[in-house]
């Protein structure tokens, strides 16, 4: 599996300057590069503006699975290697995320719809939270990825329980951010996706916290 991940990794990452070589003929003169919370266009440039911003984000896109991938090469931890497998699912999710998310700026500039599909971004992100979240119970301790804290590295223990009640917050959560963000509006959609990122975030580290305090007590 990691194989195939490490072989077509890069076919994802190239995936939009391919689209955009394609289509570009069809682009309009101003296209839109930004957009705000509504999914309205607030910022406009040329064509040449929207070569440039998709080389930057395709470079980042490649920079990020680089580094998510090969982290656990300088990682102290002793389960450092056993990261490696999950890291690079992790960042090969990561990667398409990105991916999909330029072909659709890319798409959107096409078909002269300045209207961002804002409220799909964030569904989307829900979605890959809840993909993080299937991962996160296996991951072992180190100092990269996961909830690192100072009482979640120094015990394994508490780092297994924190990710196993990690992993299923953010599995859930993610897939209630996807289904809310959905149908409702941009500015509560918005809102719903801040809430329950708080949430799923907040809870394994007061968790942990707690767990901590009590193994503490139980060693007096």
């Known amino acids: 599996m990691d194989k195939l991940l490490n072989r077509i990794v890069w076919l994802v990452i190239l995936a939009p300057a391919v689209y955009l070589t394609l289509v570009y003929d069809q682009l309009p003169e101003k296209v839109a590069l930004h957009f705000d919370l509504q999914g309205n266009a607030d910022r406009m440039g040329s064509k040449s503006e929207m070569i440039t911003t998709s ?8 920079a990020v699975y680089l580094i998510v991938t090969n982290i656990y090469r300088i990682d ?7 990261n490696k497998s999950r890291l690079r699912r992790m960042g090969f999710a990561v ?21 961002f599909g804002f409220r799909l971004i964030l569904a989307a992100v829900g ?6 979240g299937n991962y996160m ?3 072992k301790p180190n100092y990269f990825a996961g909830i690192r804290l100072p009482w979640t590295l120094e015990n394994e223990d508490n780092w297994r329980q924190t990710h196993a009640l990690a992993g299923r917050l953010w599995f859930a959560g993610g897939l209630l951010i996807a289904v809310m963000c959905l149908f409702l509006p941009p500015a509560y959609s918005f809102a719903v996706f801040i809430g ?25």
């Open 55 to 62: 080389i930057f984000l395709i470079l980042m896109n490649a």
């Open 76 to 82: 102290p931890k002793k389960y450092a290697i056993e």
């Open 95 to 115: 990667t398409v995320f990105l991916s999909l998310l330029l072909i659709v700026i890319i798409y959107s500039s096409v078909k002269g719809d300045l209207h």
């Open 127 to 132: 979605l890959l939270f809840a993909l993080m």
């Open 137 to 139: 119970h296996n991951i």
């Open 196 to 220: 329950i990122m708080v949430i799923i975030t907040l809870i394994p580290c007061v968790f942990s916290y707690r767990l901590y305090q009590q193994n503490k007590k139980n060693k007096a």
